[in-house]
């Protein structure tokens, strides 16, 4: 559980990066839906709703790549001096899947929320000045 905090943190930080990116490429699109009439809530839910997307897509990437080793069993310790050895074998569960999924899309919304609020936040006639 541990490893997967840790390795989930470099994962919302990855995630917002893309994300402040995408915002960044987009000013000039955030500008013009705000100008249509578009509210800040909306804008907000909108950039929130494609990192919880991006989020699914990865999670359901990983859970496809995870199950090709159910099943696979592997051992370590064959140069020890007392020539013990630890096996394992990998199990995925659907319970286990469900969790990653779950784990993935609480990282796209932590990771999709503070660039969707700077993108909310952006000034409508200076969304639309930028190039």
Avoid: W
Wanted: glycine residues 12%; aromatic residues 12%; charged residues 10%.
């Amino acid at each position: 559980m541990f490893v997967s905090i840790v390795m989930g943190i470099g994962a919302v930080f990855g995630a917002m990066n893309t994300m402040y990116a995408i915002v960044a490429a987009r000013t000039r699109e955030i500008g013009t839906l705000r100008a249509l009439g578009f509210s800040r809530f909306s804008v907000l839910f909108s950039f929130v709703l494609e990192a919880v997307f991006l989020a699914l897509v990865g999670g359901v990437v990983g859970c496809l790549l995870a199950s090709s080793v159910n099943g696979f069993a592997a051992g370590t310790g064959f140069g020890t001096p007392n020539f013990s050895e630890i096996a394992f074998a990998f199990r995925i569960t659907p319970h286990d899947l469900t969790q990653g999924l779950i784990f993935a899309l609480v990282m796209g919304i932590i990771g999709g929320l503070l660039p969707a609020f700077r993108a909310a936040k952006l000034p409508i006639t200076t969304a639309l000045r930028e190039a």
